[in-house]
């Protein structure tokens, strides 16, 4: 289990780079793998930064969202990306298990630009390491 927040975003930053190159490079696209990694990604960046905040192991959840509303607590800039936080909480345990539910192109390539915006947003939020994060 990741302690530390370079931690979690070095975890995030896998999962987005897995959507990323599944998406560029899998055919048939797995879709529902590609908008899981990017809500995963989502989750472990802002876990990092409750870590940040903290100094303890985030809550065990997996509503973006709901981490998102935590991370507004202690920086409420973070309403400005609760929009995608909630659209890639859709993308979490339901596609995995749901083989009714049906993901399209569309919502991948959105799961991904999601995550990728949270990305860049977190990475502003959190301490430059020697770790490159």
């Not at 919502?107 to 990728?116: F, L, T």
């Amino acid at each position: 289990m990741a302690n530390k927040p370079e931690d979690w975003c070095f975890l995030a930053d896998r999962d987005l780079r897995a959507a990323e190159h599944l998406a560029s490079t899998m055919r048939p696209v797995p879709v529902e793998i590609i908008c899981f990694h990017c809500q995963q990604a989502g989750e472990k960046y802002l876990k990092g930064f409750v870590t940040l905040k903290e100094n303890k192991e985030p809550p065990y959840i997996h509503d973006v969202a709901q981490l998102c509303k935590l991370c507004e607590k202690y920086d409420s800039t973070f309403s400005g990306i609760l929009k995608l936080c909630s659209i890639l909480t859709e993308f979490g345990i339901q596609p995995r298990y749901d083989r009714m539910m049906q993901l399209s192109e569309d919502d991948m390539h959105q799961a991904v630009k999601c995550a990728q915006e949270v990305e860049v947003f977190i990475k502003t939020k959190m301490p430059e390491t020697d770790e490159g994060m």
